[in-house]
């Protein structure tokens, strides 16, 4: 294999290894699949979604992935503050949103329609991170 191979090969691991600090992850708490339409929607858009359907679960992805998840979407009906003042001993960096289908519980909770906005707004969208990322790319080859 001559030099470029291994150019390409180098440039292709380095754009995993960027995509995988810079694309967002997200991490959502929720039992019976009550935010699947979230879920659906934060995967179309770009992000990385992990899920977890239980506080056990949650605690296995935490201290398993190598990704840092900037945002915890959490169920309050399985005990989500209890289980983000857990998980943040792990990942003390991620910012935690509450999901409750009666947000009227708590000021602090948001319901499915909000919580998507809230997401994006805390976010940059992995469509700007392409960009710049491109942009970056063109910068270090010029």
Do not use: C
Request: positive net charge; proline residues 4%.
């Amino acid at each position: 294999m001559n030099g470029n191979g291994n150019d390409i090969s180098t440039r292709t691991k380095m754009k995993r290894v960027d995509e995988q600090e810079t694309i967002p992850t997200v991490l959502v708490i929720a039992q019976d699949g009550l935010l699947q339409a979230l879920v659906r929607s934060l995967t179309l858009e770009g992000y990385v979604v992990l899920s977890a359907n239980n506080d056990v679960e949650a605690v296995g992805v935490v201290i398993s992935q190598s990704r840092p998840i900037r945002i915890l979407l959490a169920d309050v009906n399985i005990n989500g503050y209890r289980l983000a003042r857990a998980l943040k001993q792990y990942r003390p960096d991620m910012q935690t949103l509450f999901i409750g289908t009666h947000p009227q519980q708590s000021s602090d909770v948001l319901d499915l329609r909000t919580a998507l906005p809230r997401v994006r707004q805390l976010l940059k969208p992995v469509k700007e991170i392409a960009a710049d990322a491109h942009w970056k790319g063109l910068a270090a080859t010029a």
